[in-house]
C-alpha cells in the first residue's frame, strides 16, 4: 500500500528520519515545520494521513488538530498525534481535538507503519463515499454527505477470560453508548456471531485456555465475520504476537493497562470504518437497483435484459430459447381518459399479473412505454406460444377500475413469440423477430399473440 503523509514536527532531524523510512516503503511524503503551513498543506496537497507533532513553537499541534477537523476539506484526513509524554490527560486533549491517533517516542518504525496502513484504508473508504456522494449530486439524485457518524446503538463483542478486565472493557464502551456483550472462549464467540450482527470485536491475546491468535484468523477465515473489525488488546511484552495478529487481519491494537479514552478512540475508529463500508455496500446496491430496474414496476429494464439475453445466447446452445414481446394494447387511449396517473397504476398491476403467471427462472423486464419482454430459457416455440396464450388470457381477465371510477376499464395486451430453435443467433436478431411478431398480433386485432415467421 502507498499512501501520501505529511508529516508535521518542528525538529528537522525527527522529520527527515520518519520521511526516509516511509519513502523507503514508498509512501510519498511532504513535511512541515509548524502548524500554520500544516494546515495550508493539508488543505493543497489532500494527504492520506497527518503525523502531527504535539510540541511546536507557536500553534502547537492540539490547535492545529483541531483546525484540521473544523476545515470540511480536511476534516475526513486522519491524525496521527506523536508526543514524548506518555499521560493520560495529553491523550484526553488529543481526543478532544479530534486526534484519530497517539504515537509516543521514541517510535518504533513497524507500529507506525502499522497504524498508517490501518487509518489510511478507513481514509480511502470515507474517500471513496464522498466520491460517489459528489457523483450522485451532479446527477441530481440524493448523494448522502460524508458526515462523522455516530457510533450509538454499535453493537461491540469482548471476547476476553479475564471477568473484571472484561467488566471494565463493557462499562468503557457503554459510555460510548455503544452495547457491549461478553465471549469467554472462542464456542461462545461463535455462537453470539451466528445470532447477533456485531460491528466490532475486541479480542484480548491472553486468553487462558486457547490461542486468540487462532481465533483471530477464523475470524477472518469466516464469511459472517470476515468483515467485522478486529481490535486486540495485548500486553507491552508481546510486540511480535500483536503484530503477527495485525498481520492475520486485525484492524487496530492497544496495550494494557488499557487506557479508557484510547479504548473508546480506537472502538469509534474501527465502528465509524464498518459503518462507512455497510454504506458504501448499500449504495452500490442501490446504484445497480436504479441502473437496472424500473422505478414505476420494479421489474428489470430493458438495459439490463439485453444484457441478459447476450449473455444467454453467446453461451452454447443446448436447448431453446424463447422470447415474449408484450404490449398493452390502446395504452395511450386508457392515458387520454382517465389520466397518466391511471396508466401507471394500469402497467403496475399488468406487471404484476404477468409476474404472477411466469416460471421462477424466466426473466420479465419493461422494455419501455407499455412494452413488457420475457426471456424464457429452455423453452420451445410450443411452450412460448403456451405461455403467452396464459399471459394474455391473464390480463384479460383483470378487474381494472380507474380511481375514482366505478366502471371498470378492460385491458388487454398483444404478444409476439419468437424461439432460437437451439440455432446460432443473436440478441439483436431475436429482438427484432419478436418485436415483428408482435405488430402482427397488433394487425390482426389486437388481444392475440402472433408467433414470428422464422421461428
Request: negative net charge; aromatic residues 4%; glycine residues 8%.
Amino acid at each position: 500500500m502507498t499512501a501520501r503523509v505529511l508529516i508535521v514536527d518542528d525538529v528537522l532531524a525527527n522529520a527527515r528520519l520518519i520521511e526516509a523510512r516511509l519513502a523507503a516503503e514508498y509512501f510519498a511524503v511532504m513535511t512541515a515545520e509548524e502548524g500554520q503551513k500544516a494546515l495550508g498543506l493539508a488543505a493543497e496537497w489532500r494527504p492520506d494521513i497527518i503525523l502531527l507533532d504535539v510540541m511546536m513553537p507557536g500553534m502547537d499541534g492540539f490547535e492545529t488538530c483541531r483546525q484540521l477537523k473544523a476545515n470540511p476539506a480536511t476534516s475526513h484526513i486522519p491524525v496521527v498525534m506523536v508526543t514524548a509524554l506518555d499521560q493520560p490527560d495529553e491523550r484526553v486533549r488529543g481526543l478532544e481535538a479530534g486526534a484519530d491517533d497517539f504515537l509516543t517516542k521514541p517510535v518504533a518504525f513497524d507500529t507506525l507503519l502499522a497504524r498508517v496502513r490501518g487509518l489510511v484504508r478507513l481514509k480511502r473508504m470515507l474517500d471513496e463515499w464522498q466520491a460517489r456522494a459528489a457523483t450522485a449530486r451532479a446527477l441530481g439524485l440524493a448523494g448522502t454527505t460524508a458526515e462523522v457518524v455516530s457510533v450509538a446503538g454499535a453493537r461491540v463483542l469482548v471476547v476476553d477470560d479475564w471477568d473484571a478486565e472484561a467488566r471494565q472493557l463493557q462499562e468503557w464502551l457503554a459510555r460510548e453508548e455503544m452495547l457491549p456483550g461478553l465471549a469467554r472462549s472462542g464456542a461462545e464467540m461463535r455462537a453470539l456471531l451466528m445470532a447477533i450482527n456485531f460491528d466490532l470485536i475486541v479480542l484480548s491475546l491472553s486468553l487462558g485456555a486457547e490461542d486468540a491468535l487462532t481465533l483471530a484468523s477464523s475470524l477472518r477465515a469466516g464469511e459472517r465475520a470476515g468483515e467485522i473489525p478486529l481490535l486486540l488488546i495485548a500486553e507491552p511484552e508481546s510486540r511480535e504476537r500483536t503484530l503477527r495478529g495485525f498481520d492475520l487481519g486485525a484492524n487496530d491494537w492497544l496495550l494494557r493497562p488499557v487506557d479508557p479514552n484510547e479504548l473508546r478512540a480506537r472502538a469509534r475508529n474501527q465502528v465509524r470504518r464498518k459503518i462507512y463500508q455497510s454504506r458504501l455496500r448499500a449504495d452500490l446496491d442501490q446504484a445497480l437497483a436504479l441502473a437496472f430496474t424500473d422505478p414505476l414496476t420494479g421489474l428489470y429494464n430493458q438495459r439490463y435484459v439485453t444484457h441478459h439475453l447476450r449473455h444467454l445466447m453467446a453461451r452454447p446452445q443446448q436447448n431453446s430459447l424463447a422470447l415474449l414481446m408484450i404490449d398493452v394494447d390502446h395504452f395511450k387511449r386508457l392515458n387520454d381518459t382517465h389520466g397518466h396517473t391511471a396508466g401507471d397504476h394500469a402497467l403496475k398491476a399488468v406487471a404484476e399479473t404477468l409476474r404472477a403467471n411466469l416460471r421462477v427462472f424466466d426473466t420479465l423486464a419493461r422494455y419501455g412505454g407499455e412494452e413488457f419482454i420475457v426471456v424464457m430459457p429452455g423453452a420451445s416455440l410450443g411452450e412460448a406460444a403456451g405461455a403467452g396464450e396464459r399471459l394474455r388470457d391473464a390480463v384479460a381477465q383483470m378487474r381494472f377500475v380507474p380511481e375514482g371510477r366505478t366502471v371498470p376499464h378492460r385491458l388487454t395486451v398483444s404478444v409476439g413469440v419468437v424461439s432460437s430453435g437451439g440455432s446460432e443467433v443473436s440478441a439483436e436478431s431475436l429482438l427484432q423477430a419478436a418485436d415483428a411478431a408482435l405488430y402482427g398480433a397488433k394487425r390482426e386485432g389486437r388481444n392475440r399473440v402472433e408467433l414470428a415467421p422464422s421461428s
